[in-house]
């Protein structure tokens, strides 16, 4: 048995390999085309690629950012140029073999689930927090979807009011269109803004978590508030064994401590908090969950 998986950033498309083991035995990677034609004509390739090796029927999963809206099979996505195409179906068409196409933190709460810090949970939440912030739930080692695919997109629900009025913090536009997602103040771009709002300086993420002390240090806990409150939110509607977090801001260090200590505090009052982990798949998570979620589809569906 092996399977493929395909990680497709807006900077890199990378496909790995997959043994019987889960093991990665090959792996290629190309820059992302900013074409829409090309990008399709280069993921194709790579399938093509892999599957020379594997031999034809071996499962592709594809883990990239953004959505395919299941009613008209559209994507939509910010980093790739294919937003208001069919692009699943163009890319098995150019491939000429069946994929599966998955979120990528969908992907990586999946890896994590099955092969990470969850394997041996039931409910495992992936949050990850990087340009934007995207999630998914893992149960029983599937990854929970239904019919809209917009579950996981746990950075457009609202802000939480009680925090903006405490803090006076303005009510920003997203880039979904919405106004006051709590996505504009937990990003990556949304530290830094909390930052500028708070202090008057552009300060970068990590420059903000290590300076503990003095102004710095209160955006720093205003954001591990904003961001526990999400996880509060969230742990009321799913209660998860288990929060993995994933993205560029994990590598702030003592993130995992403040936001447990954030996480505490805004529990209901005396109940305990999932316990709070970073996510180890590295940079196979994407590649992995996609492609383990390919062979899950291929066996059951
Ligand atoms: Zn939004």
């Known amino acids: 048995m092996s399977a493929i998986g395909i990680d497709l950033g807006g900077t890199k498309i990378e496909t790995q390999i997959f043994d019987g083991t889960w093991a990665v035995v090959g792996r290629r990677?190309?820059?992302?085309?900013?074409?829409?034609?090309?990008?399709?004509?280069?993921?194709?390739?790579?399938?093509?690629?892999?599957?020379?090796?594997?031999?034809?029927?071996?499962?592709?999963?594809?883990?990239?950012?953004?959505?395919?809206?299941?009613?008209?099979?559209?994507?939509?996505t910010a980093n790739l140029a294919a937003t208001g195409h069919p692009f699943p179906a163009d890319i098995a068409d150019a491939a000429g073999c069946d994929i599966s196409y998955v979120n990528?933190?969908?992907?990586?709460?999946?890896?994590?689930?099955?092969?990470?810090?969850?394997?041996?949970?039931?409910?495992?939440?992936a949050l990850i927090l990087g340009t934007g912030v995207g999630g998914g739930i893992a149960v029983d080692r599937r990854i929970l979807q239904g019919p809209t695919r917009t579950g996981g997109e746990f950075g457009h629900t609202s802000?939480?009011?009680?925090?903006?009025?405490?803090?006076?913090l303005p009510i920003w536009q997203?880039?979904?269109?919405?106004?006051?997602?709590?996505?504009?103040?937990?990003?990556?771009?949304?530290?830094?803004?909390?930052?500028k709002h708070m202090t008057g300086r552009d300060v970068s993420p990590p420059e903000i978590a290590h300076a503990r002390d003095g102004a710095m240090a209160s955006v720093w806990q205003v954001w591990c508030d904003l961001t526990a409150d999400l996880l509060r939110t969230l742990t009321l509607i799913a209660d998860p064994d288990l929060i993995v977090l994933g993205g560029g801001l994990t590598k702030i260090d003592g993130i995992v401590d403040d936001l447990t200590q954030a996480a505490i505090a805004a529990q209901l009052s005396g109940f305990t908090t999932p316990t709070i982990v970073l996510a180890e798949g590295g940079d196979t998570s994407g590649a992995r969950g996609a492609a383990f979620a390919a062979w899950q589809a291929q066996r059951h569906d």
């Open 174 to 195: 997203c880039g979904c269109g919405r106004m006051g997602c709590v996505e504009t103040f937990i990003a990556g771009p949304g530290l830094g803004r909390l930052a």
């Open 29 to 76: 990677r190309d820059d992302t085309p900013r074409d829409y034609n090309a990008l399709v004509k280069a993921v194709a390739a790579q399938i093509s690629w892999a599957v020379a090796q594997t031999g034809v029927g071996t499962p592709v999963g594809v883990g990239a950012a953004g959505l395919v809206n299941p009613a008209n099979g559209l994507a939509l």
């Open 159 to 168: 802000a939480p009011a009680h925090l903006i009025a405490r803090h006076n």
């Open 104 to 125: 990528d933190c969908r992907a990586l709460a999946l890896s994590e689930a099955v092969f990470g810090q969850g394997k041996e949970c039931r409910t495992v939440m």
